[in-house]
């Protein structure tokens, strides 16, 4: 994840490969809720790791779930079976609202039914979505519930501690016109309720119910339906057919008459299925669907293929693939699969009823963009009270490529740009607004696109751009590089490091493929000056970065690679001009997405001449031998200044005077010297240099 404070992503070109999504965020809610309230356990398979999940998973646990994970990846939830182990507690849910509004009913009739008290709260933006609809409904029943802040938002109080008698006999009436999450919070609450056998289970049951035999409630089974029935027309109809399949997972079975009422039959029961797969998410997959339909296809690729989810998937925005075939995308599929590929070009404009694809819809908004007139998306009311206003979001951000944009109550129209411009997308703490303005990277100016706060993407899918950028290229000199070269000990590879980290880049520490090189010719008792033999190990070192260690042919070479000695070996070793030779392809393969940082002596002069940015640092002799004697004593390797000063002396001569690829400033390098200035001046010099040289300079 990019955990920084700006990503900016390259203009690019084309795309192809394969994407194995993370698993659907509404899916894994529900399901680690339903497990919660089963009898037995269940392993649930690819469940979504991402904020919203974790929120659930630290309220479930908080609860007295236990929750474990299995060695074949799985996480096993130990179902409480209708019991509540734990009778108070203050859960924070984050943003999250497929945790905030299910837990809100089942706590509510948990604590009405056993006498209890919670208490839930969010981040501030939860404490503005409103859940007052639902709030009424619960009321209805006989439920306390309290809202400690505004009226009709979190944070909330459910029960009082004690047992209430709840109204059931009379249909729940919920409105369905603000938010399905609503009806869904019920429809996963209400079952709960629906028979009158107490659970005697206890808590934390672990085992699974013996094949064949009914789970033991205790008692006959008997109680009462439940109907629910929801008042205005019933929005995101799709999240409400998610719910009732995982529903029938669990073994209840909701009758639905139209949209209107819905039956929850008496004497059902939560029981677990055992183990329940989740599908990748169908949100997340819009964005690779767009991509496959804007981006001109690698050479010797078929397009996007995506994995986890397809044409069988039981989430209602697979059908955003209706819509980008609407504007021209050509896609085919599988039950669990889908290939996409660029068809009509530019995307054909379009005027759709969004609201079956609220969350997906934004995606075509980004689209719109690239479309051959004015598209039109209506019926998207319910844009407003997501993570932020969406409607008003989509709109300022559109405008920064050019987009003319119209904006209503529940509509968005979107002229794309007649002259294409770019600017610093801000995101407004949502992940669909980071994902889906990336796809305008790929636009004809070649323009980059400066995504702010790039981490927002946790919410749903934490590996977002680094998924992105492997199906993505684009040309080498499209790919920002920074080079930063000088002698030794000036702090290249710590200054190099750190504003790779800042900027989300690519590190190239070239000294470590001479040194690398050095301790290969050592152990196969290569001679230093023996230049074919030394470029023959060169050109394939079996080198491998992982985990912050180095590893040569598997044996780990971390702490060797960094002895002074072995800077040494290589700065002869690197004298010669076949052992560079050797190495340059090599480096060059480190130029990938999103940018690079390179360090080294030639970074700037030879390997990438075309760098926008290079940085010739420098710091006094005796600075620098200090600070490798500093270095070394903190490793608690012996040291002498002296003799640092004259080694380090004699390889910048040698590194400086040798005939192939000196160390020297490029003639367009900036000089920095730090001799005076501290590791974090020397980074914010470099971080304004580079801003100033991108096109978000005026932003
Ligand atoms: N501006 C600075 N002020 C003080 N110490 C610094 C500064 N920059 C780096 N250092 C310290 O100097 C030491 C050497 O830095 P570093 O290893 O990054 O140098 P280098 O140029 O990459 O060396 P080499 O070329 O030998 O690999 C480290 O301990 C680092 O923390
Ligand atoms: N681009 C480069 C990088 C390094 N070298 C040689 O390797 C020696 C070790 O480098 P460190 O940065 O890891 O200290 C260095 O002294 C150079 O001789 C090089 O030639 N070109």
Same mark, same amino acid.
């Given at each position: ?69 299995? +060695? ?16 108070? $507690? ?6 999250? =609202? ?26 501030? #933006? ?34 009082? =501690? ?10 729940? !009436? ?43 409630? =205790? ?65 997340? $997959? ?38 980008? !075939? ?33 969350? +997906? ?16 998306? #209506? ?124 900027? =989300? ?33 060169? +050109? ?37 001009? +076949? ?44 600075? #620098?031998?200090?600070? #490798? ?71």
């Amino acid at each position: 994840m990019y955990a920084i404070d700006h990503l900016d992503v390259p203009p690019l070109h084309s795309a192809g490969g394969t994407v194995r999504l993370p698993g659907s965020k509404s899916i894994s809610n529900r399901v680690l809720l339903l497990a919660a309230l089963s009898v037995g356990y269940t392993d649930i398979a690819d469940l979504l790791d991402s904020d919203d999940t974790r929120v659930m998973l630290a309220a479930l646990a908080q609860l007295g779930c236990r929750i474990e994970p299995q +060695a074949d990846g799985a996480l096993r939830v130990h179902g409480l079976g209708g019991a509540l182990p734990v009778k108070q $507690a203050q859960l924070f849910l984050g943003n999250a =609202g497929t945790a905030m509004r299910p837990l809100t009913a089942a706590l509510a009739l948990l604590a009405s039914v056993h006498g209890g008290a919670f208490e839930l709260s969010g981040i501030a #933006r939860m404490h503005e979505r409103p859940i007052g609809d639902l709030v009424d409904a619960l009321r209805q029943l006989g439920c306390p519930v309290d809202c400690l802040g505004q009226d009709g938002y979190p944070p909330l109080r459910l029960g009082n =501690g004690t047992p209430q008698t709840l109204a059931l006999d009379q249909p729940i !009436r919920v409105r369905g016109d603000v938010s399905s999450q609503f009806l869904t919070a019920l429809l996963l609450a209400l079952p709960l309720v629906a028979t009158n056998r107490a659970p005697t289970l206890g808590t934390g049951v672990s085992s699974q119910p013996p094949e064949g035999t009914v789970p033991s409630w =205790g008692g006959p089974a008997t109680g009462r339906d439940i109907v629910i029935e929801v008042v205005g027309e019933l929005i995101s109809r799709p999240y409400i057919e998610i719910t009732l399949n995982l529903l029938e997972r669990f073994s209840v079975s909701v009758r639905r008459d139209g949209w209107q009422r819905f039956t929850i039959p008496a004497g059902c029961r939560y029981t677990s299925p055992g183990r329940i797969p989740v599908e990748g998410d169908a949100s997340s $997959a819009s964005y690779f669907i767009a991509l496959g339909a804007l981006a001109s296809p690698t050479p010797g690729s078929d397009g996007i293929t995506i994995e986890g989810v397809g044409l069988s998937s039981i989430q209602g925005d697979i059908r955003f693939v209706e819509a980008a !075939r609407l504007m021209g995308a050509d896609i085919s599929g599988e039950a669990n699969r889908l290939h996409i590929r660029r068809g009509a070009w530019p995307l054909k404009a379009i005027d759709l009823d969004c609201n079956h694809i609220p969350d +997906a819809a934004m995606t075509l908004a980004v689209m719109a963009l690239f479309a051959d007139g004015p598209s039109t998306l #209506r019926n998207i009311a319910s844009w407003r009270v997501k993570e932020t206003d969406r409607i008003a979001a989509m709109a300022t951000e559109c405008r920064k490529f050019g987009a003319l944009v119209e904006e209503g109550a529940d509509f968005i129209r979107i002229t794309p740009p007649s002259s294409w411009t770019t600017g610093s997308i801000h995101t407004y703490d949502d992940h669909r607004v980071a994902m889906c303005f990336s796809l305008a990277a790929f636009n004809p100016a070649g323009l980059p696109v400066r995504i702010e706060d790039p981490k927002c993407v946790a919410k749903t899918f934490p590996d977002y751009f680094e998924t992105l950028f492997e199906v993505c290229q684009t040309p080498a000199q499209a790919i920002p590089v920074i080079c930063i070269d000088g002698p030794t000990a000036s702090g290249k590879g710590t200054l190099a490091s750190e504003v790779a980290q800042r900027l =989300g880049y690519q590190l190239l520490d070239s000294g470590a493929l001479y040194r690398a090189t050095a301790l290969a010719a050592q152990d196969a008792g290569v001679d230093l000056d023996d230049e074919p033999g030394l470029a023959r190990l060169a +050109a394939q070192l079996p080198l491998a970065f992982r985990d912050h260690k180095v590893f040569l042919g598997g044996r780990d070479i971390t702490d060797p690679l960094r002895l002074e000695s072995t800077g040494g070996m290589a700065s002869r070793v690197s004298q010669h001009l +076949a052992v560079r030779s050797a190495l340059h392809a090599l480096q060059l393969s480190f130029r990938r997405l999103p940018g690079l940082v390179a360090d080294g002596r030639d970074m700037g002069t030879v390997i990438f001449p075309d760098a926008p940015l290079k940085v010739y640092l420098t710091a006094s002799a005796e600075q #620098r031998a200090q600070r #490798r004697h500093k270095q070394l004593i903190s490793k608690g390797i012996a040291a002498n200044i002296d003799s640092l000063l004259a080694d380090l002396k004699m390889r910048d001569h040698r590194d400086s005077s040798r005939a192939h690829a000196p160390l020297k400033p490029a003639e367009d390098a900036l000089l920095l010297d730090n001799s005076e200035l501290g590791i974090e001046q020397s980074v914010q010099q470099v971080l304004n240099w580079w801003q100033g040289k991108t096109v978000f300079s005026e932003t």
